[in-house]
């Protein structure tokens, strides 16, 4: 019996076998089913998926025999890997010098032909092989031949394809570990910078207030630029909270509930003293979807319809329809509009424009940048369709 060469290039081998991560383990349809179609079409009553481990080959699966691996020494397809990624054949095993006295020659499984097609990484480099086997000498047609190579070429494909997988999920692992540590962040971040953001308001709206004839005209008008400043930085910081928040908030389950109920319940969120005019245009339905996400959704859209409004009378409609497979709402206003310009840069974070609203502030540029993160997360879509001076109507859609 003649041992099996080890490859030169074994350390990069073994290191590329590693990291498919195969090795012990379970038997799988898509390999069970590969081994049997190569017994059957080269009509042998033994095929394996052999890998070649460091002094061992171990079957990833197996037709016609009970072994579970063997050691390299004795191995076949020990031999069959240093074939340059060509199919590797022993007609009889019991004329060849290098397997005659071989234990699986002399004992069971009684080995007498042996073809096994290496299986070749895209860098070159041999795992094992997929090989047949039989208890008296055979060749192969040409035909044959052919189909060990195309499967062994459909094993690789399957390797590199759960390879891949398990990156993904390692990337997804890492992806959602760090999320979770950035909303942990964010919420610590914004609960200790809230605090002395909310003193900073009471203290300057007490200078307002308690102080004002104390201080001349400059004074004043420090004491009003702080205390606008501060309330800027904690709409700011709510802002970055509540964009942190999106992965959580698309986590939760649908909700069904009644639109109507649900649009007046918002709008009283921002209106609750009825200040402004509002009309919807639906019917009474009822929707499943994720309700705290819907509610961000409109709560941003409503805000800025109210916000960026220059009219006299804040006029705002919501409407509604749906399709076979989702529901399309719209949030349009009287307000001051959007300039053509500007309509696709107002969903990016952190884009400002520099329009005062109503009250008197700027915006932060990131409310309509989670309002697109959610609606994206709901498998939907948001446009805009806007005029100066004639308002600005915000479609958007969900999957249902």
């Not at 094992?128 to 047609?141: A, H």
């Not at 400059?218 to 800027?232: F, R």
Request: with cysteine; proline share 2%.
């Amino acid at each position: 019996m003649i041992a099996p060469k080890i490859p030169d290039n074994e350390t990069i081998r073994i290191k590329a076998l590693k990291s498919f991560s195969i090795l012990d383990t379970f038997s799988e349809k898509e390999f069970d089913e590969i081994t049997l179609l190569a017994s059957i079409i080269c009509e042998t009553p033994m095929s394996l998926i052999s890998l070649i481990d460091g002094d061992r080959q171990w079957f990833k699966s197996k037709v016609g025999i009970d072994l579970e691996e063997t050691s390299r020494e004795i191995s076949f397809c020990g031999h069959a890997i240093l074939n340059e990624g060509q199919l590797f054949t022993v007609e009889n095993s019991r004329l060849d010098e290098r397997f005659y006295d071989n234990p699986l020659v002399l004992g069971l499984p009684n080995v007498v032909f042996y073809a096994g097609a290496p299986l070749v990484t895209s860098e070159g480099l041999s795992l094992g092989t997929l090989c047949v086997l039989d208890n008296k000498p055979k060749i192969l047609t040409a035909t044959q031949q052919k189909a060990m190579e195309v499967l062994s070429n459909k094993i690789i494909s399957l390797f590199e394809l759960k390879k891949a997988n398990l990156l993904l999920e390692k990337i997804n692992i890492e992806l959602e570990t760090q999320r979770a540590e950035l909303e942990m962040f964010a919420n610590v971040a914004a609960h200790d910078m809230r605090s002395p953001l909310k003193n900073i308001t009471a203290l300057t709206e007490v200078l307002m207030d308690d102080y004002n004839s104390l201080l001349d005209d400059d004074g004043k008008e420090l004491v009003k630029m702080l205390n606008m400043s501060s309330i800027t930085l904690k709409d700011l910081v709510d802002g970055i909270l509540h964009h942190s928040k999106t992965g959580t908030i698309l986590q939760k389950k649908e909700d069904v509930f009644d639109l109507k109920s649900f649009i007046q319940d918002t709008i009283q969120l921002i209106d609750g003293r009825g200040n402004y005019s509002f009309t919807t245009s639906f019917e009474n339905q009822t929707i499943a979807v994720n309700k705290v996400a819907l509610q961000q959704i409109f709560i941003n859209l409503i805000s800025n319809s109210v916000k960026y409004n220059d009219k006299e009378q804040v006029e705002i409609e919501i409407g509604f329809t749906e399709s076979e497979f989702e529901y399309q709402f719209y949030v349009s206003d009287n307000g001051m509009g959007i300039a053509k310009e500007y309509q696709e840069r107002i969903f990016k974070i952190f884009e400002i424009l520099g329009v005062e609203d109503r009250f008197g502030k700027k915006g932060n540029g990131i409310g309509l940048s989670t309002v697109k993160k959610l609606i994206e997360g709901l498998g939907g879509a948001i446009s805009v369709d806007s005029e100066i001076d004639k308002g600005t109507k915000v479609s958007f859609s969900v999957l249902k």
